[in-house]
């Protein structure tokens, strides 16, 4: 009856845990478990997992492993219990949590709420605990003039890190005020310095700055300039000796700084880059030869450290280098030149020849100019006279040209002028014919062309001869007449009379040409309107030009056609032209 009350109660229900004792293992179960934890401190079996899935160390020993009764009474492998339970972690605000000062609450009460002082009707505190002077009759009973609520602080909690940041809810707008300052004090320096300055020059104290010793930089030693220079000394010494300065010996009366450690602002070259992947790191010779920021993207010029290659480029190596490569060339080209068996001889080779080289450019260029010339252009000022500063205002235009300043600024063409090119003696557009511009110097209508001086002008004046030669040449030259062109000359000379008796059929004809020729007239200047209107529309730069434009007399149909057309601004019609 015990035994199967025992068992009832170890197998009440699936979720409850039995309370039997364990039973005792045997000792081949006891073998067999020592075997097996040896194989598994060998690495020949797998480990333990707990319940999350993660591997049990079977180095850690057993009162460590082993899970109390009270924890897990299900005995599953596990260190859960040795691990930090949540429910004992203590909370802690965040770095950016700090107490509010200076915050006023604007909310007030209009009427009296259970729970707040009986005095001035705060709910942030009791009556004893106000801070308002004792009201006649509390804010309780009359319900007026009721307090707003104090800002309430927020309880704070910071960990080992959190409690020892010096920096947590400073302000950096505070510092304004010490830089505003300093900034005032520098001022009321500045306008000290120069009510003293106005003084002794009004007093005849100061020494004009325009005299000749003072522009040759001949100064007395008394002068102006060496009392400001000494009275500047003295104001930086003053506090000298009391700066403490980390690193450095500084003497005031000397004024030597003497830098006895490294500069602490400097970075380590395997600190530039903290890839992997990046420059390597030589720690026994402490170099690194390649850039460190090779790969990522910043320009070399740009960045501090830009590794210790460069020495490869200073001193004598680069020259070294050209030696060398002379010796290689004369070498091919038959001369017996080596830099490390006989160096004596190939730099005094190389220094004849580097003066032979000179002289033969000077020689190639002085040629040169002798037969094409261009001295003039080569005699320019140096560059320190072209750049140098000056007192003269001058005013300058987005195309160089002078508006304002000494000089009186010349009206000039933005383009370049009196151009000759192709051996042209005059500018394109020197000659204008026909329409046409061209070249004075040889009348030629084709830019870009080369010059071909007179004899380009009897060429065109040969074939202009020509032309005009070529009509008179066919009126001289007529054929005979037939009978039968004879005859047809007869006829018409017969119609024309006919035609003249019939004068008023001849005025009605004469009117109907006039109409079409007026018709006519009408439809092209309403066309050269339209060109008009276009041409406003574009801009200015980029309007044709009227070089190429026909210049003759107007015929009467042009004009009356222009009349027609022409609007007028005083007219009470022109509003209804257009319609």
């Not at 509010?100 to 001035?120: D, F, I, M, P, S």
């Not at 005849?204 to 100064?219: A, F």
């Not at 190596?317 to 290689?328: D, E, K, N, R, Y």
């Not at 040629?367 to 000022?381: C, R």
Request: glycine letters at 6%; charged letters at 35%.
């Amino acid at each position: 009856a015990p035994g199967g009350a025992g068992g009832g109660a170890a197998a009440g229900g699936p979720g409850e845990v039995g309370l039997e004792e364990p039973k005792k293992m045997t000792r081949e179960d006891w073998r067999k478990k020592k075997e097996l934890e040896e194989q598994r401190k060998l690495g020949n079996a797998p480990a333990e997992v707990d319940e999350e899935g993660k591997d049990i160390n079977p180095h850690i020993p057993q009162y460590i492993s082993s899970v109390p009764w009270y924890i897990d009474p299900s005995k599953r492998p596990t260190l859960k219990h040795q691990r930090p339970q949540p429910e004992k972690q203590k909370q802690y605000s965040s770095s950016g949590d700090w107490y509010k000062r200076g915050v006023q609450e604007h909310a007030v009460a209009t009427r009296y709420r259970k729970g707040a002082c009986e005095n001035c009707g705060a709910l942030t505190h009791k009556k004893k605990d106000c801070m308002e002077r004792p009201r006649k009759v509390g804010a309780k009973y009359t319900g007026m003039n009721i307090a707003p609520d104090e800002h309430v602080q927020p309880e704070l909690m910071f960990d080992y890190d959190g409690k020892r940041d010096r920096w947590n809810g400073y302000n950096p707008e505070e510092h304004m005020k010490i830089v505003e300052e300093y900034a005032k004090v520098d001022l009321a320096k500045r306008t000290l310095k120069a009510q003293k300055l106005q003084e002794e020059l009004a007093s005849g104290k100061l020494e004009q700055v325009n005299s000749p010793r003072h522009q040759w930089g001949e100064e007395e030693p008394n002068s102006q300039t060496e009392r400001d220079r000494n009275s500047e000394d003295e104001d930086e010494d003053k506090y000298a000796d009391d700066i403490d300065m980390p690193g450095q010996n500084f003497d005031s009366k000397r004024r030597i700084t003497v830098r006895n450690l490294r500069i602490r602002e400097d970075i380590a070259k395997y600190l530039r880059n903290l890839d992997p992947n990046s420059a390597y790191y030589d720690p026994k010779t402490r170099a690194m030869r390649e850039n460190p920021y090779a790969n990522t993207g910043k320009n070399p010029d740009e960045v501090g450290y830009a590794g210790d290659n460069f020495v490869r480029y200073t001193g004598d190596t680069i020259s070294m280098a050209q030696t060398q490569l002379f010796a290689w060339e004369a070498y091919d080209k038959g001369s017996e030149v080596h830099l490390q068996a006989d160096p004596t001889k190939l730099e005094l080779l190389y220094k004849s020849f580097k003066v032979k080289k000179e002289d033969f450019k000077a020689q190639q260029k002085e040629s040169i100019l002798e037969k094409y010339g261009g001295q003039e252009h080569l005699d320019t000022p140096p560059a320190e006279l072209l750049l140098a500063q000056t007192e003269d205002y001058v005013e300058y235009s987005r195309h160089g040209t002078v508006i304002k300043g000494q000089e009186k600024a010349i009206a000039c063409s933005k383009y370049e002028e009196d151009v000759k090119i192709n051996n042209h003696t005059c500018i394109w557009g020197s000659y204008w014919k026909d329409g046409k511009w061209g070249y004075k110097c040889c009348h030629s209508f084709v830019k870009y062309s080369y010059c071909t001086g007179e004899a380009g002008k009897e060429i065109a004046n040969t074939e202009a001869s020509l032309l005009e030669e070529q009509p008179r040449e066919e009126e001289h030259v007529t054929k005979p007449k037939t009978l039968m062109e004879i005859h047809q000359e007869k006829q018409k000379e017969k119609k024309k009379k006919k035609h003249k008796k019939n004068s008023n059929s001849d005025s009605e004809g004469e009117e109907k040409k006039k109409q079409e020729k007026l018709k006519k007239a009408l439809n092209a200047e309403e066309a050269r309107l339209l060109q008009v209107k276009e041409i406003m529309q574009l801009d200015e730069r980029k309007r044709p030009y009227n070089s190429v434009y026909e210049t003759r007399e107007p015929t009467e149909e042009e004009m009356e056609a222009y009349r027609m057309k022409r609007q007028r601004p005083d007219d009470p019609m022109a509003s209804f032209l257009g319609q």
